[in-house]
């Protein structure tokens, strides 16, 4: 896994300091089923890939917030599950200045957006390590998905989880 190197801080002035900066990033969740294994690695038809994925955020300690990247991935052929795997990726983040009716959106879209590199490398890993080809998750909009939140939020609508 990739060493954090320095912990990236975003500070406005001094004044009024906003500053963002990570404390720790840790697996704080994982888990791999393979319940056709070893059939499964008979079969030559290429799975069907499901990605759901979740967040949240919360305060821990005053200024220090923890984010939870989770990210779940099932591949399918049929009725038949080759692999399941969830990775909760958390990271402990060091949030200050910030105005409390800003404060979602830093938790919603720029702490995933730190984390899912580590998550994505996090769940290949394990997927082959389970003796399948690893899963190369695609880059994710954590600002889209915050925006469509907030649009079926306010039409009324289910909202996704955050």
């Given at each position: 896994?990739?060493?954090?190197?320095?912990?990236?801080?975003?500070?406005?002035?001094?004044?009024?300091?906003?500053?963002?900066?990570?404390?720790?990033?840790?697996v704080k969740d994982l888990s791999l089923e393979s319940p056709g294994?070893?059939?499964?690695?008979?079969?030559?038809?290429?799975?069907?890939?499901?990605?759901?994925?979740?967040?949240?955020?919360?305060?821990?300690?005053?200024?220090?917030?923890?984010?939870v990247l989770t990210v779940t991935i099932t591949a399918r052929v049929?009725?038949?599950?080759?692999?399941?795997?969830?990775?909760?990726?958390?990271?402990?983040?060091?949030?200050?200045?910030?105005?409390?009716?800003?404060?979602?959106p830093v938790l919603a879209i720029h702490c995933p957006t730190v984390?899912?590199?580590?998550?994505?490398?996090?769940?290949?890993?394990?997927?082959?390590?389970?003796?399948?080809?690893?899963?190369?998750?695609?880059?994710?909009?954590?600002?889209?998905?915050?925006?469509?939140?907030?649009?079926?939020?306010?039409?009324?609508?289910?909202?996704?989880?955050?």
């Amino acid at each position: 896994m990739a060493e954090l190197q320095a912990a990236p801080e975003i500070a406005v002035d001094n004044a009024g300091a906003v500053t963002f900066s990570i404390e720790k990033i840790y697996v704080k969740d994982l888990s791999l089923e393979s319940p056709g294994a070893p059939q499964s690695f008979m079969t030559q038809v290429s799975p069907q890939i499901e990605v759901g994925l979740r967040t949240r955020g919360e305060q821990v300690q005053p200024d220090i917030y923890e984010c939870v990247l989770t990210v779940t991935i099932t591949a399918r052929v049929g009725d038949k599950t080759l692999f399941l795997v969830e990775a909760a990726q958390a990271g402990l983040f060091t949030i200050k200045g910030v105005p409390q009716d800003q404060l979602q959106p830093v938790l919603a879209i720029h702490c995933p957006t730190v984390l899912f590199p580590y998550v994505r490398e996090t769940l290949a890993d394990a997927v082959g390590r389970a003796g399948f080809p690893p899963v190369h998750l695609a880059p994710i909009n954590f600002e889209a998905l915050f925006q469509q939140q907030l649009a079926q939020a306010q039409a009324g609508g289910p909202t996704a989880a955050n």
